[in-house]
């Protein structure tokens, strides 16, 4: 009987949880700078008894599909609008944990200096996902480059465009190529992570950035039947730490802002 109870007591505690302290959390997360906060703070959590393994992704896909599945615990890559978007076309419910940092979206060139300089027909690339590609529109119209129906619409499309003085073409391709074809345009609009990773300084090279003021928070994300398992809050603690805003301050210099 004792020996039943012993079991009963160890099922107990796993049960309605997929992450608990002293168990591996894995999660997924593209490089820069979300991998990079989840290795700062890896070691804090494995004092915790949290062992994290971090998958790095290079698109904005897998990493749900991943921890819908149950192939990851959670991911870190995405702000709620994406979010919002992929469980209402893919039909998940996947809950956002905690925000954590903002990543000003900005328009770069390698073949103009400012945004004035742009001729006529000049092509620009944005994101093919419906809100980043929004975003990317809000933020011309938000420069003067173009003129939306609704500015304040977060789904924008190249539809949704009333004014074009220079008659430019949008061309709408994977946020992740955007970098690497950047010499092939006139423009470019890229999210921060990957500006990043191309060595861009989105401070320093962007030709019109967001705001501070961005309601585009980058979050943690898992499962519902997960949400509230102790890793995963440990980890939620960790990512919202002091220590963590500081090293955001300090490595990033302004090209990703923390969100506490």
């Given amino acids: 009987m004792k020996k039943l109870l012993t079991l009963v007591t160890v099922a107990a505690a796993f049960a309605g949880t997929t992450a608990l ?3 591996k959390l894995s999660i997924g997360a593209t490089a820069v700078p979300h991998a990079e906060l989840l290795e700062f703070v890896k070691p804090t959590l494995a004092k915790q008894g949290v062992d994290l393994d971090i998958k790095v992704f290079t698109d904005y896909v897998q990493p749900n599909v991943q921890v819908a599945e149950k192939k990851l615990d959670a991911n870190f890559f995405q702000h709620q609008p994406y979010l919002t978007e992929f469980n209402k076309g893919k039909g998940t419910s996947l809950v956002s944990v905690a925000g954590v940092h903002v990543e000003p979206f900005g328009a770069y060139s390698s073949k103009v200096k400012k945004l004035a300089d742009l001729k006529e027909g000049a092509t ?11 975003r990317a529109l809000l933020l011309l119209d938000k420069a003067g ?3 939306l129906k609704d500015n304040k619409n977060i789904l924008a499309t190249s539809k949704d465009i009333v004014g074009n003085p220079k008659k430019l073409k949008f061309k709408e391709l994977e946020a992740a190529t955007l970098p690497r074809i950047l010499n092939q345009v006139d423009l470019a609009l890229i999210n921060t992570n990957y500006a990043l990773e191309a060595k861009l300084n989105p401070s320093k090279d962007a030709l019109v950035i967001e705001g501070k003021e961005s309601p585009y928070v980058n979050i943690l994300v898992t499962r519902t039947d997960n949400k509230d398992a102790a890793a995963v809050k440990k980890l939620a603690a960790a990512l ?9 301050e300090e490595k990033y210099k302004g090209a990703v802002v923390s969100a506490f």
Avoid: W
Avoid at 124 to 134: E, F
Avoid at 240 to 248: G, L, N, T
């Fill in 21 to 23: 302290a002293g168990e």
């Fill in 124 to 134: 620009v690339a944005i994101p093919n996902d419906a809100t980043n590609g929004g």
């Fill in 145 to 147: 480059v173009i003129k």
């Fill in 240 to 248: 919202k730490s002091p220590e963590v805003k500081k090293f955001i």
